[in-house]
């Protein structure tokens, strides 16, 4: 069974910064697959923030283009997401995500709140 686990929430002023973790309990860099961070507010749908495939390529939400940045380490099979120039409307539960092939793994998920 495979086990992410996201660290790095927490309560964050508007215009702050926050870096998100997500570690693995299999090696990353051993298949092809794709690592993204989603995130989702109350009574709404998860949306994709960020994804990184296992050679790099990444792709963004529009809402986070130039202030969040996707990125894997595969030898400590963790990926990251540094948010900067956070905003209210950021607010929401982030989810690590590991798709491999047809198989889809979650986080168990990180609280974000940035306040004005």
């Known amino acids: 069974q495979v086990q992410l686990v996201e660290s790095g929430g927490g309560l964050v002023q508007a215009g702050g910064s926050l870096r998100l973790s997500c570690s693995a309990s299999i090696r990353i860099f051993s298949t092809n697959n794709v690592m993204a961070w989603y995130r989702q507010a109350p009574g709404k749908q998860r949306e994709l923030v960020a994804q990184i495939t296992t050679g790099g390529t990444t792709n963004y939400a529009d809402s986070v283009k130039g202030r969040f940045t996707i990125a894997r380490d595969n030898a400590k099979n963790t990926v990251h997401l540094q948010m900067n120039s956070l905003k209210p409307e950021d607010t929401d539960v982030y989810y690590c995500?590991?798709?491999?092939?047809?198989?889809?793994?979650w986080g168990q998920g990180t609280q974000v709140t940035v306040f004005s």
């Open positions: 995500n590991l798709r491999i092939y047809s198989s889809v793994y």
